[in-house]
């Protein structure tokens, strides 16, 4: 009864406040503004022991899609939180919330993970932890890029709901944008970098391209192009957010969704 509480409490503190900004939108007061930030605060808190418990330290590292996606969503979480003191960016909060609320769910629902190898590895712990803070930067800039689109739209349609209402200007928010896909691709590059050269000492076998590798490069080299046609060429726009997107499914196939089809659909946790 207790796991089932602890994934419970965050998920519903989630939602609360999804359903509350929704309300109040740009009619929020500074101090909801500021309670809302504390609840955030709490539920990231409650998140990462749901995922301490789920990870099962003690024992191994136990691993697979669900708990990659609660980590993923939960570090997004926690950098949007730190986001939130210097650009007021609530209208995500309406959009992220809930996909942060069913990723801490995930793990009741698919409980089987395989037990991750060589945890012991301080090289493996280091590239481990860049891996899942590259995910959760590009996770984030995903959701904003969703939340730009549809920003995009209602402003076209002159139809702009209450929790899109309240944001930046475009132009502020595309250079936001710019700043977590290139964030999240240095970390993606010394992600795949030791993955190629270190994947001996890493994974304890050679390295081979698997649909895994091929789709993390393929990640990386959307995010690269995107990154350098906004330097050479001035990039933005529709062709910024849907290089985002493009590059995320990619980097969503490479290790959740192959976890998800041998898991779930296979029925293989090793």
Same mark, same amino acid.
């Given at each position: ?31 909801? &503004?500021? %309670? @809302?930030?504390?609840?955030? !605060? $709490? ?5 990462? *022991?749901? #995922?301490? =418990? ?107 709901? &209450?929790? %899109? @209402?309240?944001?930046?200007? !475009? $132009? ?5 944008? *710019?700043? #977590?896909? =290139? ?88």
């Amino acid at each position: 009864m207790l796991p089932i509480l602890l994934h419970l409490l965050p998920a519903s503190i989630y939602l609360g406040l999804a359903a509350a900004w929704r309300l109040a939108g740009d009619e929020a007061h500074p101090m909801q &503004r500021n %309670l @809302a930030r504390a609840g955030l !605060l $709490l539920a990231v808190v409650l998140h990462g *022991f749901t #995922l301490a =418990g789920d990870l099962d330290g003690s024992r191994g590292l136990h691993f697979g899609f669900s708990i990659a996606l609660s980590m993923t969503l939960w570090l997004a979480m926690a950098f949007y939180w730190l986001e939130s003191f210097f650009t007021p960016i609530q209208g995500l909060q309406a959009l992220a919330m809930p996909v942060a609320a069913i990723s801490t769910l995930l793990p009741l629902l698919f409980p089987e993970q395989h037990e991750l190898p060589d945890t012991g590895s301080a090289v493996f712990r280091i590239h481990f932890i860049v891996a899942m803070l590259a995910y959760s930067l590009l996770t984030l800039a995903a959701l904003h890029a969703v939340m730009m689109v549809a920003a995009e739209r209602q402003l076209h349609s002159a139809r702009l709901t &209450r929790a %899109l @209402a309240a944001l930046p200007p !475009l $132009l502020v928010l595309e250079n936001l944008l *710019f700043r #977590l896909v =290139g964030g999240g691709f240095v970390l993606l590059t010394l992600t795949v970098g030791s993955g190629i050269l270190f994947s001996e000492a890493l994974f304890g076998k050679p390295l081979s391209f698997s649909h895994k590798t091929i789709f993390a490069l393929a990640a990386w080299a959307v995010f690269g192009t995107l990154l350098f046609g906004r330097m050479v060429w001035g990039w933005r726009g529709k062709r910024a957010l849907h290089l985002t997107l493009a590059g995320f499914i990619f980097l969503l196939l490479a290790y959740i969704g192959t976890r998800f089809v041998l898991e779930v659909i296979l029925g293989k946790p090793g």
